[in-house]
């Protein structure tokens, strides 16, 4: 306990800390008031367990936005490029020594089944798959189970001009104490929980910039952005090459890694942007929003999160209006149109009627398949 108190102190300089050299220059200094703090990772065995988190907007030879959704019939190329990336840095991890390497799904393409096919995938590496649907950045951390974590074709966050770039969703910012984070912040702080480093992160040179604030990470640059559905490539094989020696490195240099712990309490912010909007919750009493955000106080990262989910639930219910804007400009339009004002009353009918009961909600998976972000 008392190494932990002490390497706090030691990192508390993560409060404040410059960077403020190449590519950024000296006219713009990197200023980072962070909402975590910085703690030594625990020293490891003789195993090194590594969980891999992948998403799909980052990824190596890709620069067509239908490749990361299921309904496209783009997707199957998107899912080999998955592979091909995630083989890469699974060779890197155990050439830098990792004995365990498990991959878990936290993209949501709308694919039932995982994204990455298992008969691609490098058979040293292993998928994560539950019995119950599961929360892949939140309900995985626990104690003692992984050394590191790591993040493959990853995206920058909502506003930073990357390929795809969003957190979490279409149109959402996520900010602790005023800072706006990336998913891969997000991943790390969860981790942070058990004491346990992110170490690598593989994405668009926007995500690159984004992650200043974990300076201690090896990052594998892929493409740069051009906008957020166009970008220039990298030549997939070098980019590949650079994977494999990040992670690499990574695993190498585990000693030197940080654990982000959130400094508690925390002000949680949603700021939504189109298609999204909180506008919902304006004139609310005793909810604090404004300028298109909602923010509350959370005793937790837990907390934070939980409170983040519920927010963006209210954030996306605004993507409706774009299905009005579709309908309305559809031959069938009127006749849905009409059709969804009557089942509206149908249910107000039945529910006052005591003939209405509720869905039960799905929580299991077919047994061994829940997988994470579907
Ligand atoms: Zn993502």
């Known amino acids: 306990m008392m190494n932990r108190i002490s390497t706090s102190l030691l990192f508390a300089f993560a409060f404040v800390f410059l960077v403020g050299c190449e590519p950024w220059g000296e006219d713009k200094p990197f200023v980072f008031d962070a909402p975590w703090e910085l703690v030594d990772a625990p020293a490891v065995g003789e195993e090194i367990r590594v969980l891999l988190y992948h998403d799909m907007e980052g990824l190596a030879g890709q620069d067509d936005p239908r490749t990361f959704s299921f309904s496209k019939p783009q997707y199957p190329e998107g899912q080999e490029m998955l592979a091909a990336d995630i083989n890469a840095v699974v060779d890197g991890l155990f050439a830098g020594g990792a004995t365990v390497v498990h991959i878990v799904d936290g993209h949501g393409s709308g694919n039932p089944d995982p994204d ?67 998913e891969t912040e997000l991943v790390g702080l969860s981790w942070g929980r058990a004491n346990v480093p992110l170490i690598f992160a593989s994405g668009d040179d926007r995500l690159e910039n984004d992650l200043r604030t974990m300076p201690w990470i090896e990052f594998a640059q892929v493409k740069t952005a051009t906008s957020a559905s166009t970008a220039d490539l990298r030549p997939v094989d070098e980019a590949h090459a650079d994977m494999r020696e990040a992670a690499k490195r990574a695993i190498e240099n585990l000693a030197n890694a940080k654990v982000m712990k959130v400094i508690t309490p925390v002000r949680t912010t949603l700021r939504a942007v189109q298609p999204a909007s909180l506008k919902l919750l304006e004139g609310v009493p005793g909810i604090n929003y404004g300028e298109g955000s909602a923010t509350f106080i959370a005793g937790s990262m837990q907390e934070a999160y939980d409170g983040f989910v519920a927010l963006v639930g209210v954030a996306t219910k605004n993507y409706v209006r774009l299905l009005y804007e579709n309908l309305s400009a559809h031959p069938s339009g009127p006749e849905i149109m009409s059709a969804y004002r009557d089942s509206l009353f149908l249910r107000w009918f039945d529910v006052e009627s005591e003939r209405w009961q509720p869905e039960p909600e799905e929580t299991s998976a077919t047994p061994g398949r829940g997988h994470g972000y579907r």
């Open 116 to 182: 990455l096919r298992t008969d691609l995938l490098d058979p040293r590496a292993q998928q994560v798959f539950r019995d119950e649907y599961f929360d892949a950045y939140f309900d995985l951390t626990e104690d003692d189970v992984y050394d590191a974590v790591g993040v493959v074709g990853m995206h920058a966050k909502t506003g930073s001009g990357g390929f795809a770039s969003h957190t979490y969703t279409l149109g959402i910012d996520f900010l602790l104490n005023g800072q706006s984070i990336t």
